[in-house]
């Protein structure tokens, strides 16, 4: 036996004929109870030609909009509903599990400071801006927190607010240091900005986040890169929550956090990554100075427009590898420029007619354009380059990754860390 709601279901799976005929025909049977030896000749008038369900000619076209209108009507209501419903639903195995959090967005708290956040506004910022000390975004738990006054420095009556966190590290998603221990010490200021005056995002106790941090070697803490906000925060669920008024951030709210790695992993897994990232390819993809090959023609004992001692180097142009900002003048293939000095001779000491590769024109005012012994890599007789003689607490080392490189294989990361700029960074 079978019943009239499962020859119902089977007929229509067919698509060959309208529910409404189906029943017709079937409520001229005695019973809802359909002996199996009929079932056949039941399907069979179904299919008949003098049974199937058609409009008649002359209604076939209004039947077709009023279709389609009813399948916009649909769309229109449900479809949202549906992609709401299926964004509430937790849907996945949550990475990392936080503690509840609040959705607020940090520039609507209000206090009496200043909330002008100029911090970063995507994630690309942070590879976009050179930091003198690795980055490393990683999986933490604050297992602790001390808060404490401090004076903003050693002369001044001003005092502080720190926050102290112990964070052990439960995952790497990308990292400049190859040595990111277990267990780490981050500090933060309850007040940051410019002018201290704009309200930090603490870290919570127990709290689990996803953080870009780097290093202070000097107090071996760590900082939060862009500390005014706390990038990102995990609940609950495993989803994530920035409380960033910026769209580059808060589009990740409320997602799971494996779709924030996986926009970590577009920038880092680039194959030009490398190249845009160290001091030379920030420089190149900043813009602001031009990258020349040149000859050292002089040197001269001088002074500058408020009568500092420096020296004057003259330079003869020979390649432009990296054209700069057009803000600045731009010299051509044989042009001579002066740019001034302000460390010792014996430590910026160039020889005369070597060529060297300089980074010029950071200022607009080329008149008094200045370089550091940084900003100079010497052209070795073979062709290789490397840094010339430099104080060791000088941090600025453009060429430093570079000694051993070729001219034409500079030539190579210029182009590789434009590329990088061009695709990630708008």
């Known amino acids: ?42 399907r069979n008038k179904l299919f ?3 049974t199937k ?9 209004l039947t077709a909009v009023i279709a389609c209108f009813f399948v916009l009507l649909f769309g229109v209501f449900t479809i949202p509903n549906l992609i709401k ?13 936080g503690l509840p959090v609040d959705n607020f967005n ?5 206090d009496d400071s200043l909330m002008d956040r100029i911090g970063y506004s995507k994630l690309s910022d942070f590879f976009a801006h050179y930091h003198s000390v690795p980055i490393s975004f990683v999986f933490v738990h604050v297992t602790d927190t001390e808060q404490s006054e401090e004076k903003i420095s050693p002369y001044s009556v001003s005092t502080m607010l720190l926050q102290t966190s112990s964070l052990q590290i439960l995952s790497t998603v990308w990292s400049q240091k190859s040595d990111m221990p277990e267990n780490i010490t981050l500090v ?26 780097f290093y202070n070697e000097k107090n071996d803490v760590y900082h939060i890169a862009g500390d005014l906000d706390v990038l990102f925060e995990i609940d609950e669920n495993g989803r994530v929550w920035s409380h960033s008024p910026f769209a580059g951030f808060n589009r990740f709210d409320g997602l799971d956090a494996r779709k924030l790695i996986e926009y970590i992993n ?12 160290t001091r030379f390819g920030w420089n190149i993809r900043e813009n602001w100075s031009m990258l020349l090959e040149v000859t050292h023609l002089s040197v001269i004992p001088s002074q500058d427009r408020l009568n500092y001692d420096c020296y004057e180097h003259t330079f003869r142009v020979e390649n432009i590898l990296s054209q700069g900002t057009d803000r600045i003048p731009k010299p051509v293939i044989g042009d001579e420029i002066t740019i001034k000095s302000y460390y010792q001779i014996t430590q910026i000491h160039l020889e005369t007619n070597r060529r060297y590769l300089i980074f010029y024109g950071r200022d607009e005012d080329v008149q008094n354009a200045q370089i550091g012994p940084g ?35 500079i030539k190579d990361e210029v182009t590789r860390a434009k590329m990088w700029q061009e695709k990630h960074v708008k």
Request: proline content about 5%; aromatic content about 12%; overall charge negative.
């Open 48 to 50: 008949s030609s003098k």
């Open 85 to 97: 419903n299926s964004n509430d639903e937790q849907d996945f195995e949550p990475l990392f599990i």
């Open 106 to 110: 940090l520039d609507e708290i209000e």
């Open 188 to 213: 933060q200021t309850l007040f940051g900005g410019c002018m201290l005056d704009e309200k930090t995002n603490m870290l919570r106790k127990d709290g689990v986040y996803l953080l870009p941090l």
């Open 375 to 409: 900003d100079i890599a010497k052209i070795n007789d073979d062709g290789t380059i490397s840094e010339i003689f430099t104080p060791p607490d000088y941090v600025h080392r453009i060429f430093e990754e570079y000694n051993g490189y070729t001219v034409e294989q």
């Open 1 to 42: 036996m079978t019943t009239l709601y499962n020859l119902d279901k089977e007929l229509i799976k067919s698509d060959k004929i309208n529910i409404y005929v189906v029943r017709k025909i079937l409520s001229e049977t005695d019973s809802e109870k359909i002996p199996i030896a009929d079932y056949e000749n039941i």
């Open 266 to 277: 577009v920038y880092t897994s680039d194959e030009n990554f490398h190249a845009a990232i």
């Open 53 to 61: 369900f058609s409009f008649p000619p002359k209604y076939r076209n």
